[in-house]
């Protein structure tokens, strides 16, 4: 594989309030050892090395960055 790192910059209008309602925040299913479900992504890595199976969104992820993250930027 080609080593590659991807920047990119987003625009928001506000921060969003839980997880569901931003635009990077996006679920995949699963499967492991006979369980199946959907797990929770984000666009910008913030759930990367963690285990987000069943997170649906439905509050903000501990580990979101996004406030601090210098490629986000709130738009007025």
């Known amino acids: 594989m080609i080593r590659h790192r991807i920047e990119m910059t987003v625009y928001l209008e506000r921060y969003p309030r839980y997880c ?3 635009p990077l925040f996006y679920q995949t ?3 492991c050892h006979g369980e199946r479900g959907m ?3 984000c666009r910008l890595g913030y759930m990367e090395r963690t285990d987000v199976r069943d997170f649906y969104g ?3 992820f501990p580990g979101c960055r996004m406030k601090t993250d210098k490629n986000v930027i709130i738009e007025k």
């Open 20 to 22: 569901q309602e931003c």
């Open 29 to 31: 299913p699963y499967a």
């Open 39 to 41: 797990q929770g992504c």
């Open 58 to 60: 439905e509050r903000m």
